[in-house]
């Protein structure tokens, strides 16, 4: 089933705590993308990554990181949470290169940092 | 920033009644899509405009786009009760970019 995977779905922490929430498509696309979706502001684009190796900041990548080593996975690290990145965060993946076409979405993660 | 702005924000209708709802924008875009999101679940396409095309349907979704306003519509028919969700519109504009309004929240009652 083509399907994209967000792990963990569900995760407290606390502020400073280095974590990653991973991210795989078995589609074989090209391009992904992470989003965190807060009330009142829609999807708000962190990075995206057109292909292995190859990333570009979002609207908000502040307090992210993002690595592209693999093309099915595009794991979105947080160095040092703050409470201002307790969100929903949603992975994406489309292709060919996000031009045109649909994207395939996670289920979410949502993530509470204290 | 947000592209897309839905109106309304939220609509609640009864079961069997047509749900129409709104998307404006503000650049030029290359197409226009409606994805559906279920309470806290991930985004799930619905259907894409082209730039070049004014109206498309996909079985009860009927989708227009007026670049000259910059703005396209959702209009579903026949709701049922598994319709209610959020329904975002996104834009693609040059590049690979795309971006989502703040959704409209549907809620249809049996």
């Known amino acids: 089933e083509a399907q994209v995977t967000q792990n963990p779905r569900y995760l407290i922490t606390v502020t400073g705590k280095k974590l990653t929430v991973t991210c795989s498509q078995n589609m074989n696309h090209e391009y992904m993308s992470w989003y965190r979706q807060d009330p009142g502001l829609g999807l708000r684009q962190i990075y995206y990554?057109?292909?292995?190796?190859?990333?570009d900041k979002g609207d908000v990548p502040e307090g992210y990181k993002v690595s592209r080593k693999e093309k099915r996975n595009f794991p979105l690290i947080l160095e040092s949470p703050s409470p201002n990145q307790t969100s929903l965060y949603f992975c994406a993946s489309s292709s060919p290169s996000g031009r045109g076409e649909t994207q395939y979405f996670g289920p979410g993660t949502r993530l509470l940092v204290l | 920033s947000q592209q897309g702005e839905e109106d309304p924000q939220a609509l609640s209708i009864q079961e069997g009644e047509n749900a129409t709802m709104n998307c404006s924008y503000k650049t030029s875009i290359n197409n226009l899509q409606w994805y559906r999101q279920n309470s806290g679940r991930g985004l799930v396409h619905l259907i894409l405009i082209r730039s070049n095309e004014r109206e498309k349907h996909s079985g009860r979704l009927r989708v227009t786009l007026d670049t000259s306003k910059k703005s396209s519509s959702l209009l579903i028919t026949a709701s049922r009760a598994a319709d209610t969700a959020s329904y975002f519109c996104a834009t693609r504009a040059a590049g690979n970019k795309l971006t989502f309004g703040g959704g409209t929240r549907v809620l249809v009652k049996p």
């Open positions: 990554s057109m292909n292995v190796e190859v990333t």
